[in-house]
Structures are given as C-alpha cells and as structure tokens.
C-alpha cells in the first residue's frame, strides 16, 4: 500500500516561498503525481499535477508562482510556491494515481486520485 508523506508547510509572510515535498511511493511505477489544498469552510481544489511525461498543469490561481516537480531518483514531487498569497493559505495534499495525468484532473476535486497523504499546512500572513 502506497502511502504518500507530505513534508515543507510552515507560516510565511506574503510574498515569500515555500517548497513542499511528497514522498512514500513505489519507485517502479508510473504514477500521476498531484497537489490539491483545502482552505478551512471550501472545497478541496487542485493546484497542479505532473506525470512521468513531465506534462504539467496549473490551477489558474497559481500559474506563474508555483512550479511542480518530479525526482525519479528520490521518488518524490515538489511543489515551489512563489509570491505566496493570503488566498494560498490551506492544507496542501500531496496525491498520486498510476497512470498519466489528464489535462482536466487539476481541476477536479481530487476524485481521480485514491493514495493520499495526510496534508501539510501552510500559512501566509499578510
């Protein structure tokens, strides 16, 4: 049973950065690898997805401040959180699903996803 670990949340200050990890799954499969969050009284969202084709997808709140990313060797995925905005702050869900990502799942609410970690918190102060 995979089980993904989020690890990287913290509090920071508007405009600062932040790099959340995901690790805790197998190395010999293909996964699409994702991150959603979930501010407190909202629905979870998707923030972005990567598959082992490096294609990438952005929920549109973030294009051009986060940036995610996969190591082959750690098996694990990053998400760069750049210019971090009050509206970023939530718990971040680190997903994966074996298979390739499809253009749509970032914009899901996480349903075509079924191993999840327990999430990492991330603040932003004004």
């Known amino acids: 049973q995979v089980q993904p670990v989020e690890s990287g949340g913290g509090s920071v200050q508007a405009g600062g950065s932040l790099t959340l990890s995901c690790t805790g799954y197998?190395?010999?499969?293909?996964?699409?690898m994702a991150w959603f969050r979930q501010a407190p009284g909202k629905e979870r969202e998707g923030v972005a997805t990567?598959?082992?084709?490096?294609?990438?997808e952005y929920a549109d709140s973030v294009k051009g401040r986060f940036s995610i990313s996969y190591d082959n060797v750690r098996n694990a995925h990053f998400l760069q959180m750049n210019n971090l905005k009050d509206d970023d702050t939530a718990s971040y869900f680190c997903?994966?699903?074996?298979?390739?990502?499809?253009?749509?799942?970032?914009?899901?609410?996480?349903?075509?996803?079924?191993?999840w970690g327990q999430g990492t918190q991330v603040t932003v102060s004004p």
């Open positions: 990567i598959d082992r084709d490096d294609d990438k």
């Open positions: 997903a994966v699903q074996i298979g390739f990502c499809q253009r749509w799942f970032v914009r899901g609410h996480g349903e075509h996803f079924n191993q």
């Open positions: 197998r190395p010999d499969v293909k996964y699409c």
